[in-house]
T-cell receptor
Framework: EAGVVQSPRYKIIEKKQPVAFWCNPISGHNTLYWYLQNLGQGPELLIRYENEEAVDDSQLPKDRFSAERLKGVDSTLKIQPAELGDSAVYLC?????????????FGQGTRLTVV | QKEVEQNSGPLSVPEGAIASLNCTYSDRGSQSFFWYRQYSGKSPELIMSIYSNGDKEDGRFTAQLNKASQYVSLLIRDSQPSDSATYLCASEAVSWAGGTSYGKLTFGQGTILTVHP
């Protein structure tokens, strides 16, 4: 069974440019998460989807970040415009169910560098 | 206060020793707890989950949960150099949106473990 797939693995962009990340969750997983991880820190939740519905986006900086999960499968996270402080690893994770005993599995992550 | 806190580390143990990793959480509504291992430059990998008070053993790993003290730990017996990684503790609390309950997974900052030969 294929795991969570993310692309690209690495991205270098200039500040003020847009960038997008893509995630394909494990087949059948209805819950999808986008996390941000800074160096030396644990993952921090940006947004969580239950199927196609964003159920927790309280930590998503909505002035520049947006996300979508059309048809409740693949998801895209976009930043526009990017700032230097957005440099981090963006992790996508998925799980089979949205509550209790949620075993979440992570993709390889996208390492974003904003210069 | 952070929702999930881990002992700051880094933790260094000799090969063959027991490594003890600790975690406390603030939300008494948390029901499920997880330990993830993250090698440098890699993504977190789920290694243990625990839902009830007491111990849960899986090979060289033992997770311990004490809900009264809001404390979770991970013991690694017979530590190997390949266990050297960052260990992340995560708790799941129930959150509500649109009248439906969902699990909210929150991570600690991680503890770096080094096992030296």
């Amino acid at each position: 069974e294929a795991g969570v797939v993310q692309s690209p693995r690495y991205k270098i962009i200039e500040k003020k440019q847009p960038v997008a990340f893509w995630c394909n969750p494990i087949s059948g997983h209805n819950t999808l998460y986008w996390y941000l991880q800074n160096l030396g820190q644990g993952p921090e939740l940006l947004i969580r989807y239950e199927n196609e519905e964003a159920v927790d986006d309280s930590q998503l900086p909505k002035d520049r970040f947006s996300a979508e999960r059309l048809k409740g499968v693949d998801s895209t996270l976009k930043i526009q415009p990017a700032e230097l402080g957005d440099s981090a690893v963006y992790l996508c994770a998925s799980s089979l169910q949205g509550w209790r005993r949620t075993e979440a599995f992570f993709g390889q992550g996208t390492r974003l560098t904003v210069v | 206060q952070k929702e999930v806190e881990q002992n700051s580390g880094p933790l260094s143990v000799p090969e063959g020793a027991i490594a003890s990793l600790n975690c406390t959480y603030s939300d008494r509504g948390s029901q499920s707890f997880f330990w993830y291992r993250q090698y440098s430059g890699k993504s977190p990998e789920l290694i243990m989950s625990i839902y009830s008070n007491g111990d849960k053993e899986d090979g060289r790993f033992t997770a311990q949960l004490n809900k009264a003290s809001q404390y979770v730990s991970l013991l690694i017996r017979d530590s190997q150099p390949s266990d050297s990684a960052t260990y992340l503790c995560a708790s799941e609390a129930v959150s509500w949106a649109g009248g439906t309950s969902y699990g909210k997974l929150t991570f600690g900052q991680g503890t770096i473990l080094t096992v030296h030969p």
